[in-house]
């Protein structure tokens, strides 16, 4: 009876563990420069391009192949994997669908007040 007890608290415990949450991967030395893609044809209405880029792997960077994705909902767009350095080395953020383009509202925030980005 307390096996059983215990095996449900831990079940309970791996399910209550957001699905978002993320491992954090740091390489020592910076991810190489990026890589120039031939695109092949777009295979119908509806596909968007995303971005090859390097990822982790082990103590070096191993290339991922750029491919063509259909947004998963209305609106979405592809937010591009990035890498950012601290402390122990350079982090990870992979790429994901998300609803709102931040560089875009950040363009447009800038526009407003004057700013440009590229200088």
Known sequence: ???SW??????AAVFSIPASAQVSVYVGSAPPRL???????????GY????????????HYAWVSGRWDRPPYEGAYW??????HQRQGWQLHEGHWDREDHDRDHRNHGEEHGHDRDH
């Not at 890589?35 to 209405?45: C, I, T």
């Not at 937010?79 to 950012?84: E, L, V």
């Open 6 to 11: 215990i095996c449900g608290l831990v079940v």
């Open 35 to 45: 890589r120039y893609e031939q695109r092949g044809p777009e295979p119908g209405p």
């Open 1 to 3: 009876m307390t096996f």
């Open 79 to 84: 937010n591009h994997p990035h890498y950012d």
């Open 48 to 59: 968007v391009w995303v971005d090859g880029y390097w990822a982790p792997h082990g103590r």
